[in-house]
């Protein structure tokens, strides 16, 4: 007797998702408007699927990755057209791929921006601490503030 391998049919409620994947009924909203979502109806309340759900995943982790959300489209399209996954697996090989290039790229310039910075603020210190080293003390206070801030150790 075959077994039926087929995913459950539990369905969710806008709510239910937005509490798992920490989103805004908005955001499920604009994706079923571009066409990422596509959830049944019961009355005015939208029921989404396990398909769903799962596309729900694929969305917000390729937004993570920084995908935009044509090239995300286009890699849940792929597995429409072929329930194997092959394509879609191709794809998205691709598309992580070239992601990778370009953030190793932005990570580059982000290194680059910050020894920028850096030197920028030697030469600003410098020329305190010779004019006015009365306002450097307040400097250093808020860089240490900001620092905080950053680690969130302030609101």
Known sequence: MPMDLRRPARTYTIRQLCLEF??????????????????????????????????????????????SLSEIGEILDLYEADESGAQQAAKSLRKFRERIVALEQQKLDIDHAIEELQKGISAMEQRLAETRPDLLPRAVDYDQMLRRQLDGAEA
Not at 31 to 51: C, H, I, Q, T
Request: with cysteine; aromatic share 8%.
């Open 22 to 67: 920490k989103c805004t009924p908005r955001a499920l909203r604009f994706y079923e408007d571009k066409g990422l979502l596509n959830p049944a109806r019961d009355g005015m309340n939208r029921v989404y699927s396990y398909r769903d759900r799962a596309r729900l995943q694929l969305i917000l982790r390729g937004k993570r990755v920084g995908l």
